[in-house]
Every structure is written in C-alpha cells, then in structure tokens.
C-alpha cells in the first residue's frame, strides 16, 4: 500500500471514531468499525492500544493480552451494541460495595443464584447440545405455582441440575451492579443466539455458606483473566474466547429471553448457569 493510501485509510478510521463518540451523531456498533475502514482493495492494520486487564481500556476498541500470551480485540460497548468510551460507560450502582467488595448485593432469588447444587454434573460437548435438554422458555414463564423472586426462593424441580459444558466460547462479559459477572457464552462463530447462553459468575453469598470457598476460587480465575472489569459496559472479544465451564442451573424469571446482553450477543432463552462452579481458560 502506498502512502497517499495508508493516510486516506487513516483518516477514513479516524472519522469513524468521531461520529462513533458523537452525542448527536449516529453511534457505530462494535461488528461495523472494522468492516467500515477496509474494503477488497484496501486492508488496514490498526494500530491500537494493548491492555492485559479490562479496567485499563481507555478507547472504544483495545486488545487485550490475555494471561496465556493470546490476544484478542476487544469492544466497549452498551447494551445495544453501540461502541462507548470507558469515561461514559461506569456503572452508576446506588450500592456503595459495588466493586468494593466481590458481596453478591443483589435481591431477587439470593440463596439460589448463590448456591452450588451437590449432586453430579451432567457433560455436554457444546452449548447447542446443552440447550437441547432445556425446558421451554414458554413453560417455565407459566409454571405454577410461579417461580418466585424472594431471596430465600428455593430452585424448582427443573432447575435442579449441574451441567458442565466442554466446549463454548465468551462473546461478552459485563460485571453487574449487584457484584455479578454476566458472561455471554456460544458456540463457534457465526454467533448464534439460538444456541447462546448467560453464564454468571456469582458474587459472595452474604451471609457466607457452604459454596463461599468455591465460588470465591472461581471468581478469582476470572478476574485474573479479565481484571475488576468495574464498569456498566459490555466487553465484547473477537475471536471469541474459548472455555469449559459447569455448574448449577437457574431460570432468570426476571428478565425475558433476549434482553441479557449486548448488541446482537443475547441468548434467546433466560436459563442460565449460575452460579458457575468451575471455569477454565483454553
């Protein structure tokens, strides 16, 4: 590529970040920058910040080094999908142990959504082979008696199940204001959200229990991945990041399939593992 070449390229990408961060402009999604600054005849290299935690992402699109030497690109985005910058996207929680502590501050279904099962794991090789043995969305929404929210509701007969799935890959992660990771998991590329999955990395059960000690192992492998990640928005990574995770099933009666997530990564149903007992790295 000649100069005159390699300067147009730059300037086109430059552009985009400005009507990207605009506030009266329209805002550009995290799949459309790339594909917006390079086309058959002109491939641009983009000469971006490399960070190893998510907390030290300053601009809308970094590259993260992970702790095994792999990179990947990495997107700030909101809940539509639209790229933000770190300044705009900080968490506006009204709990003051928010990032403070790793406490689960949350409300709704808190022995659950904190409590690892102890019976066996059932094995899949794939989210999509998991999701295939899932009651329908459908039926757990009309269930009745109805799936309450109290903080002492206990799981439902087919919640009762802990999973582990072999093979998926993280297309999201957002730390939530109650101290929760929300991980958005799929299959391999083309994201599918059919065969999508939230998988949470619970905060400390508060009182402590006897899943404290694991729970506390797991968040630990995270966030030596990934960091604190304190901030209202979606991490998204392309590639996306491959994993194995189990652990303990659970219906989000609070929020209705495909409203979990970022942009296009919302998994069409509102089962979840959570909390997650194990989780590694590939």
Known sequence: MNKSLQQSALAIFIAILIIA???NQPKQTASSVLSNVKNDSVKVTLKLDTINKLEDQQDSVAIIKSPSGKYYTVYLADKDGNLVQARDAMMRSNDSLYCVTDLFLGHDRKKAKSTILTRGFQNYNSVAAFIATLQSDSIMRNLNPAISSLPNAPRVTQEKRNVK????????????????????????????????????????????????????????????????????????????????????????????????????????????????KSFVFK
């Not at 939530?176 to 065969?195: C, K, M, Q, V």
């Not at 491959?242 to 089962?271: E, M, N, R």
């Open 21 to 23: 961060c605009g506030n």
């Open 165 to 276: 799935i072999k093979t998926a890959y993280i297309y999201a992660v957002r730390r939530e204001d109650d101290n929760d990771f929300h991980i958005i998991i799929g299959d391999t590329l083309p994201f599918n959200a059919a065969n999508a999955l939230n998988v949470e990395i619970a905060g400390l059960p508060n009182p402590a229990n006897t899943s404290t000690d694991t729970i506390q192992n797991v968040r630990t492998v995270v966030e030596a991945f990934f960091g604190e990640k304190c901030s209202g928005a979606y991490s998204t990574f392309s590639p996306p990041i491959p994993i194995t995770v189990s652990g303990s099933l659970f219906y989000d009666i609070d929020h209705a399939p495909g409203i979990v997530g970022t942009g296009i990564y919302k998994p069409q149903t509102s089962w979840e593992i959570h909390p997650a």
